[in-house]
Structure formats: structure tokens, C-alpha cells
């Protein structure tokens, strides 16, 4: 399914209840779900060309379909220099709390994509389109979000969810803490995102979030507090 969100940004949900997402922003992809995600994101992508790919960070949900896709549509992909080798590997659980655990071995197992080479590696501040970079790690070392000044809009990764990865119900949570290498770290990076102050926030798991009463800043001053 796929959705404009704000001017060029497009979320392509790539599964029921936008339980995984992608986005397309100013004709680069970021993101691209898990393995089995090829068919509706080649779709997508046949009605919004992109030039681009990005990673926010290379779990097995985020480039299942990265190499395909590149290959596909002859893009270059770009992620932080301390995703390199997840990314160009295919080695995505290896920075697991607990990598040996059967859901990390059934993620790298069915959802995990071929490794593809990285052809630029991007940091703080960097340009993607009108997007700034955000360097956010502790979900995973390399973690980036994409900020766009002018509307506000945020593109979160997995620094945060907006649903219960269990029950589907949507809702500001921590990403799970099986899936991230340092709660404590991402924590410091989501006060370093509450501070922008997002009005459009899009989640690599739940809906989109329009911040108009300050629910996501809310959401990290309670985080932060339980530190």
C-alpha cells in the first residue's frame, strides 16, 4: 500500500496494520522491509522512480530486499560506516543482545537479505534530498534518522515504534530490547530527535504519527525519566 505522507514522502506499508514500513522521500527509497517485501516495493517503485536507497540501519526488516532492489533498478546504497558490514554482509542479527536467540536465528533465516556492496557511507549532517542525517545510535551501532526542516518531517527507523511488535496495537514504545544492542544509548538519541521538535514522525513499525499535541515528546520525557 502506498501512501503520500507530506510532499515527495510516500510510506510503502509492507505489512497489514503497517506493522512494517518503507518510504520513498524526494525519489530515494529508505528502507526495504524484509525478503519477501520484493514484489510490493518493485511496484511501488514502478510508480515513483527513486534514484537512491538508504538505509536507517541493516536489520533483517530493513534490508531484506536491499539487494534485489538495487540490482533491479541499478541504485546505489547508502548507510553509516558502522552498518557496512551488516549491510554488505547479510549478516544482520550479529549485533544482537542475544544473536543465538530463535527469533534472530528465524529473522536471519527468512527475513534477512543478500548482502550488497555499500556505495557511499553517510554521517551527522550529511544531505539526503532536503533531509538532514541524524546520527541515533542503540537500536543498532549505525542507526540514522532523516529530518526534513522545513515541515518537520522525521523519518525514525526503529529508534522508536509506534505499535506493540506483539499485538499490533498502535502506541509509542521502545524498540524491543532483543532487537537493540543499547537501550540506554538510543534513549540519549531520542532526546537528541525530541528535541526538534517532528510534526510528521514515520516509523519503521506502526503508523504515522502527526505530532500536533506533543505525544512523541511526551513519550521520551517518560523514557528518559525511567533511565
Request: charged share 20%; proline share 5%.
Amino acid at each position: 500500500m502506498l501512501r503520500q505522507i507530506a510532499p515527495e514522502v510516500f510510506q510503502i506499508s509492507l505489512m497489514p496494520r503497517n506493522s512494517i514500513n518503507c518510504y520513498i522521500i524526494e525519489g530515494i527509497l529508505i528502507d526495504s522491509g524484509i525478503r519477501g517485501s520484493y514484489t510490493t516495493i518493485k511496484k511501488a517503485l514502478r510508480k515513483i522512480p527513486v534514484y537512491q536507497h538508504v538505509l536507517t540501519h541493516a536489520h533483517a526488516d530493513h534490508q531484506g530486499c536491499s539487494d534485489q532492489i538495487c540490482a533491479e533498478f541499478a541504485i546505489s546504497l547508502l548507510c553509516h560506516p558502522d552498518e557496512v558490514f551488516r549491510t554488505e554482509t547479510g549478516m544482520v542479527t550479529n549485533d544482537y543482545p542475544a544473536p543465538q536467540h530463535w527469533v534472530a536465528k528465524l529473522q536471519q533465516k527468512y527475513w534477512a537479505g543478500q548482502g550488497h556492496k555499500v556505495a557511499q557511507t553517510i554521517v551527522e549532517n550529511d544531505m539526503i534530498g532536503n533531509f538532514r542525517v541524524i546520527e541515533t545510535p542503540g537500536h543498532s551501532a549505525g542507526h540514522i534518522s532523516l529530518f526534513r526542516e522545513r515541515d518537520g518531517v522525521l523519518i525514525i527507523g526503529d529508534a522508536a515504534t509506534n505499535m506493540n511488535l506483539l499485538t499490533t496495537a498502535t502506541g509509542l514504545r521502545l524498540p524491543p530490547n532483543i532487537f537493540t544492542s543499547d537501550q540506554e544509548r538510543n534513549i540519549k538519541s531520542l532526546q537528541k530527535l525530541a528535541e526538534l521538535n517532528p510534526a510528521i514522525i514515520c516509523f519503521g513499525h506502526g503508523p504515522v504519527l502527526q505530532n500536533k499535541d506533543r505525544k512523541f515528546e511526551q513519550f521520551v520525557a517518560k523514557c528518559s525519566a525511567g533511565v
